[in-house]
């Protein structure tokens, strides 16, 4: 009786580790975990206008790929929500593991990266990707500087920018030397509630002038005007703007 006791015990113990180890493995081949590799969690949204017209725009396109997800072979539908107020940007596994998305706004999105698997599950993971704008305003030999409009009201409505930056440089061109004149000119920042900055110059025949200023927390559309107070020079006008989130 001893000796098939102790036969019984030997035989059980290998084959209760080999279950164990079996079951662990078949566990974590199975599991699907969506990884993200993303060109940049940063993009520039780039406008430029002469004499009031847009004339060039860039806006950044952010690739994420899917290809370091474990199991992907499971996954159908492969999809990126913008965060934008978008539809989800939807491919099938068949057609590749990459998604290219085109943000026209600004905006601080939070960006969702999905997975649907053959038995309709869904899985995903979520980033946060930063759009800023900046934009560039020309306008030459004028006397009736055009008004610059913008919005600082994000693609999400929420949160909006920090800050935006103008950067405004005048010039009184010297055409002919002895006849040239000063000129006066004013700026006025306005929003919805009316106007928010302002600052005068005197600008000599020849010389140029800088007025760069911060405005916290904007919210809807902003205008920029240039008067042209006294003087009846033309000018050239260069507005800068930049709007940021931190």
């Not at 370091?68 to 989800?88: A, F, M, W």
Request: proline letters at 4%; hydrophobic letters at 35%.
């Amino acid at each position: 009786m001893g000796t098939t006791l102790c036969r019984n015990t030997i035989f059980l113990i290998p084959m209760f580790i080999l279950s164990g180890c079996m079951g662990f493995v078949d566990e974590d081949t199975t599991k699907i975990n969506i990884e993200l590799d993303v060109d940049s969690n940063y993009g520039l949204i780039m406008v430029s206008f002469e004499d009031g017209e847009e004339t060039n725009r860039i806006n950044p396109v952010i690739g994420f790929s899917f290809s370091n997800s474990s199991n992907i072979n499971d996954i159908e539908i492969l999809g990126i929500i913008p965060g934008d107020g978008r539809d989800p940007i939807i491919i099938e596994y068949s057609e590749g593991v990459e998604i290219e998305v085109e943000f026209t706004n600004h905006g601080l999105y939070e960006v969702t990266a999905f997975g649907i698997d053959k038995e309709g599950s869904y899985h995903n993971v979520t980033m946060e990707i930063m759009i800023e704008k900046t934009i560039d305003w020309y306008e030459n030999n004028t006397a009736s500087p055009e008004v610059l409009e913008f919005d600082t009201s994000p693609g999400n409505n929420f949160p909006i920018p920090s800050y935006f930056v103008l950067n405004s440089s005048i010039q009184n061109p010297s055409i002919l030397e002895i006849d040239g004149r000063d000129v006066d000119i004013k700026w006025d920042i306005v929003n919805h509630e009316g106007v928010c900055q302002t600052a005068n110059e005197n600008i000599q025949n020849g010389d140029t002038k800088n007025w760069k200023t911060i405005h916290f927390g904007p919210f809807s559309t902003h205008e920029i005007y240039l008067t042209i107070e006294d003087g009846q020079d033309r000018i050239n006008v260069y507005h800068n703007i930049n709007i940021n989130y931190n």
